[in-house]
Each structure stands twice: as structure tokens, then as C-alpha cells.
């Protein structure tokens, strides 16, 4: 989601957990090995051995605050940016946060370098900045994106979370008027570039989880989550600590939330429900 999004999640409190983990390989439907991610929660046992997830876009605004979830619920951090002492200077020093230099416009093979064979999991937070490239909402949102994707191929990464944005498929849901997706997409097509990159993933193969969150915040978390299907939601707003919070989730839930499209927003009338129960509540479409 970019910073020029119109549109607008919450973060929910939760008692801590420790957390254990299993990894092992599979084979995708071209009989290539990957590794498979899967995370259990239980109470009163840590493991030692954390599964580190790579960060794409760590130092943007949702993507910050992804990496400082992702190190409150016990994973391990590899943060992809630009400028890794710039970044450095944006988070406090944690022993489970690792900078590395990762521009996603600069192709597959430099990217899978970057996210190494050390990772088990990818979320992928990246936004185009506005400027005078009309072509930048492409070679970040899209070009970008697939990178990614190829990138996790060639490593045998099987677990993709995207943050995406609700109205991507506007046109199909008959919003081509709504002013949120007329602005939008007056940067270079946004919209339609998170889409065609969303169709990506869904023919790779890969494991994904693809959050389209409302308008994003940067208040605190007010109401409770609401989740749904794709293409359901056309307004709304969410704060970006609840955005980070789903993505987290996803990864924590594989079960409930593997192979979906989930759109999501705030809202003070919703009922506070468990993750699991609104994953689950969301069909998949794998």
C-alpha cells in the first residue's frame, strides 16, 4: 500500500507467547523442492532456533512497524532497504534484526541474494514514492513484486505475504468512479499495477497470503478488524500497527490463512474476533 493511499486496520492486544517451529521441504507443483513455513504457538517454552523472515520495504511506514511486531513475536528479522545505515538509524539495535541492501527493482537474481538461504518466509511491504517517474508505481508495485516471486523460487521460499491494497480490481467491481481508485491510479496505474502483480503470485505456485488493507492510518489502532473476501470492500480506513498486525498473523496462522485474499478495515461497530477465526471466515483460493 502507498503513502498516497486515500483509503484507510487495529492493532489488537495479546498475552505473549512463546513460540516453536517446524521447517521442512516440499515439492510444488513442478516437483522443485522448497521450504515450507509453519509456526506454532504454545505457552511457557521458547525455542531457540527462530525462523528469520526477510522484509521487503522495512523502513517504510507499514513495513516498520512489520519488522518491530515480527521481533515482539519471536522471529528472527532480515530487513531489505536501500540504505542500511540510514535504516539502522530508524530502529533500536535488536540481536534477532539484520540490515541488508535489497532494491526489489533490481531484479530476481540480486534479490535472492539479499533474502539468502537463511530465510523461511518473505513479506513483501514495498510502495512506490511519488515523483515525476510515472513509470515508478510499475517497477516497484509490479516488476518489483514479481522480482520477489522469483527470487523465492529460486531459493525454494514458500511463504509470501503481500500488502496490497483493497480497490486494486476496482474496475471489476464496478468502482471505476470511486473517487479513491480514480486518485490512485492518476500515479501511474497503481491499482492496476498491485493487480497485475497479485494475479503474479497467484500462478506461481507459492504459498501467499495477500492483505488489501482500506485507507492506512498512522493513528493508533481504533475499532476492530473487519476481514473479507476479495474484491468486497470499497471504503475504509485502518491503521497501519493493525495492517502489520495481520500480515504477522498470517504467518503465525499458515493453516487458516494459506493461498487468500483478504481485505481489511477498522471499525468501532465489528465485533473483536480472533485471527484464526477470520482468516478461516474467508475462503481460499488455492
Same mark, same amino acid.
Not at 158 to 182: C, E
Given at each position: 500500500?502507498?503513502?498516497?493511499?486515500?483509503?484507510?486496520?487495529?492493532?489488537?492486544? !495479546?498475552?505473549?507467547?512463546?513460540?516453536?517451529?517446524?521447517?521442512?521441504?516440499?515439492?510444488?507443483? +513442478?516437483? =522443485?523442492?522448497?521450504? @515450507?513455513?509453519?509456526?506454532?504457538?504454545?505457552?511457557?517454552?521458547? +525455542?531457540?532456533?527462530?525462523?528469520?523472515? /526477510?522484509?521487503? *520495504?522495512?523502513?517504510?511506514?507499514?513495513?516498520?512497524?512489520?519488522?518491530?511486531?515480527?521481533?515482539?513475536?519471536?522471529?528472527?528479522?532480515?530487513?531489505?532497504?536501500?540504505?542500511?545505515?540510514?535504516?539502522? =538509524?530508524?530502529?533500536?539495535?535488536?540481536?534477532?534484526?539484520?540490515?541488508?541492501?535489497?532494491?526489489? =527493482?533490481?531484479?530476481?537474481?540480486?534479490?535472492?541474494?539479499?533474502?539468502?538461504?537463511?530465510?523461511?518466509?518473505?513479506?513483501? &511491504? =514495498?510502495?512506490?514514492?511519488?515523483?515525476?517517474?510515472?513509470? &515508478?508505481?510499475?517497477?516497484?508495485?509490479?516488476?518489483?513484486?514479481?522480482?520477489?516471486?522469483?527470487?523465492?523460487?529460486?531459493? *525454494?521460499?514458500?511463504?509470501?505475504?503481500?500488502?496490497? @491494497?483493497?480497490?486494486?480490481?476496482?474496475?471489476?467491481?464496478?468502482?471505476?468512479?470511486?473517487?479513491?481508485?480514480? /486518485?490512485?491510479?492518476?500515479?501511474?496505474?497503481?491499482?492496476?499495477?498491485?493487480?497485475?502483480?497479485?494475479?503474479?503470485?497467484?500462478?506461481?505456485?507459492?504459498?501467499?497470503?495477500?492483505?488489501?488493507? *482500506? *485507507?492506512?492510518?498512522?493513528?493508533?489502532?481504533?475499532?476492530?478488524?473487519?476481514?473479507?473476501?476479495?474484491?468486497?470492500? @470499497?471504503?475504509?480506513?485502518? !491503521?497501519?500497527?493493525?495492517?502489520?498486525?495481520?500480515?504477522?498473523?498470517?504467518?503465525?496462522?499458515?493453516?487458516?490463512? @494459506?493461498?487468500?485474499?483478504?481485505?481489511?478495515?477498522?471499525?468501532?461497530? &465489528?465485533?473483536?474476533?480472533?485471527?484464526?477465526?477470520? /482468516?478461516?471466515?474467508?475462503?481460499?483460493?488455492?
Amino acid at each position: 500500500m502507498t503513502t498516497t493511499s486515500l483509503l484507510l486496520l487495529r492493532h489488537s492486544s !495479546s498475552p505473549p507467547v512463546f513460540l516453536t517451529s517446524s521447517s521442512s521441504f516440499v515439492f510444488t507443483k +513442478n516437483n =522443485t523442492p522448497s521450504r @515450507s513455513f509453519s509456526i506454532k504457538m504454545e505457552s511457557g517454552e521458547q +525455542n531457540t532456533a527462530k525462523k528469520k523472515v /526477510f522484509v521487503a *520495504g522495512a523502513t517504510g511506514q507499514t513495513g516498520k512497524r512489520i519488522v518491530e511486531q515480527l521481533l515482539s513475536r519471536g522471529f528472527a528479522v532480515k530487513a531489505g532497504v536501500r540504505d542500511v545505515d540510514k535504516a539502522k =538509524t530508524s530502529f533500536r539495535q535488536d540481536p534477532s534484526l539484520h540490515f541488508v541492501k535489497a532494491d526489489v =527493482t533490481e531484479g530476481a537474481e540480486k534479490l535472492a541474494e539479499a533474502i539468502g538461504d537463511d530465510s523461511q518466509a518473505v513479506i513483501c &511491504a =514495498t510502495g512506490f514514492r511519488p515523483g515525476f517517474d510515472i513509470f &515508478a508505481p510499475w517497477k516497484t508495485d509490479n516488476f518489483g513484486t514479481v522480482n520477489l516471486v522469483d527470487a523465492c523460487k529460486r531459493l *525454494g521460499v514458500n511463504r509470501f505475504v503481500l500488502v496490497s @491494497s483493497i480497490l486494486v480490481n476496482g474496475a471489476a467491481m464496478g468502482q471505476i468512479l470511486n473517487p479513491a481508485y480514480i /486518485f490512485l491510479n492518476v500515479f501511474g496505474l497503481t491499482l492496476i499495477a498491485k493487480l497485475q502483480a497479485e494475479k503474479y503470485i497467484k500462478r506461481s505456485g507459492i504459498n501467499y497470503t495477500i492483505v488489501r488493507p *482500506g *485507507g492506512l492510518k498512522n493513528d493508533p489502532p481504533s475499532g476492530n478488524v473487519v476481514m473479507e473476501p476479495e474484491d468486497t470492500l @470499497s471504503g475504509g480506513s485502518i !491503521s497501519r500497527d493493525q495492517v502489520a498486525e495481520v500480515a504477522v498473523e498470517a504467518l503465525l496462522d499458515e493453516e487458516s490463512s @494459506s493461498f487468500k485474499v483478504v481485505e481489511i478495515v477498522a471499525s468501532a461497530d &465489528a465485533p473483536k474476533r480472533s485471527y484464526k477465526d477470520l /482468516f478461516a471466515s474467508v475462503k481460499g483460493g488455492h
